[in-house]
């Protein structure tokens, strides 16, 4: 079964600032990698996702992650943090070779960008 | 586009009421709607996925009895909250998927039900 793991509960970093915010997955065939942000009693917002191509893929937002197979992993990223980044950021995976579209998540990371 | 609207944003209700809550693909045709469930500082989980016209599928653990979803049109699906007890408030949320579009869920704004 796949599964993802968000090893950080919380990210701080200062405005201005790069930020990176960790996932890692597993998966039986090929993943499909996505990231959601979610603001305080609203739903989930796609930012972006890799199901085949380039490892380096850029979003919205000026978020961008990198895929990387042999570490298994999706870190999110974005070169300068804005106050308003601010949120709850949920990685989250599909298998290729499971029969229908369920998506699995991560714990989520609470990014906090101080001013 | 791809926008998913759920009404209501919120609903508080008497324990054992029945809650429904409606999720509608806007712009598109959802062949496929999912149902959520998330409890505060807490990952979101799976409850049921949904296919239209046909029955949904629960996800180990969740009551289908107590969770009724219908599917019944490609832009509409509705969860209800059967006979719902204080341990059912939570944030309900739903997404839902095209054909066309590989692997994206598009979530809706999410429903906070509260039951006293």
């Known amino acids: 079964a796949q599964s993802v793991a968000q090893p950080e509960d919380q990210v701080n970093v200062a405005e201005g600032n790069p930020l990176t915010v960790k996932c890692t997955y597993s998966v039986s065939g090929n993943p499909y990698l996505f990231w959601y942000v979610q603001y305080p009693n609203r739903g989930l917002q796609f930012l972006l996702k890799y199901i085949t191509g380039d490892n380096l893929v850029k979003g919205s937002y000026g978020f961008e992650a990198e895929f990387n197979k042999s570490q298994t992993s999706f870190h999110l990223k974005k070169p300068s943090a804005l106050v308003s980044d601010s949120a709850l950021y949920f990685c989250a995976v599909r298998d290729s070779l499971m029969g229908f579209q369920k998506l699995v998540f991560g714990t989520g990371t609470r990014l906090l960008v101080s001013p | 586009g791809a926008v998913v609207s759920q009404h209501p944003s919120w609903v508080i209700c008497k324990s054992g009421t029945s809650v429904k809550i409606e999720c509608r693909s806007l712009?598109?045709?959802?062949?496929?709607m999912f149902w959520y469930r998330q409890f505060p500082k807490q990952s979101l989980m799976l409850m049921a996925t949904s296919n239209e016209g046909s029955k949904a599928t629960y996800e180990q653990g969740v009551e289908k009895d107590k969770f009724l979803i219908n599917h019944a049109s490609l832009t509409l699906s509705t969860l209800t909250v059967t006979s719902a007890h204080p341990e059912d408030s939570s944030f309900y949320i739903c997404s839902a998927q095209d054909g066309t579009r590989v692997g994206e869920q598009f979530f809706g704004p999410g429903t906070r039900l509260t039951v006293l």
């Open positions: 712009d598109f045709q959802a062949t496929t």
